[in-house]
């Protein structure tokens, strides 16, 4: 859970940086550090956030009993993580894989478009489930 609430500030945080440093001048700088690994950051969220979601569904009928707002907390990090995931690591998914067929490349090229479209809300809601994560985490760890 730590792992992808990190992940997800990162992320949320490159997909975001036009707003970011519209109203933080000064983050440009830290901002610019990440760019160059914004590929990397989003290969590795996307597999993360695919392994969590295989996981998050093999219990999610136990979670939404017990705690539904976390279930759904995870389940909306999950989703939002992949989407990052696909947003940051298309450049690197579209040298390695799409490449080699072309009709798997318009498809990814149609779904990175719809994602280009809402990447600054997607980075700042990654950001938001990334800082509640840590919260839960923090509150499961000491017992709440």
Known sequence: MLLLALLLIIAGALAAASLIVQ???????????????????GIVLL??????LIELLRFFGFLMQYAPITALAYLASVLVAIG??????YALIQQYVLSKNADAS???????????GV?????????????WLIILYMSYRSGF
């Open 23 to 41: 109203k933080q001048p000064n983050a440009r700088e830290a901002i610019a550090k990440l760019v160059p690994f914004q590929g990397i950051i």
């Open 47 to 52: 597999l993360w956030g695919l392994w969590q």
């Open 84 to 89: 990052l995931g696909i947003l940051l690591g």
């Open 106 to 116: 318009r498809s990814g090229e149609a779904v990175r478009a719809k994602l280009t």
């Open 119 to 131: 990447q600054v809300p997607l980075g700042i809601a990654g950001i938001a489930l990334g800082v």
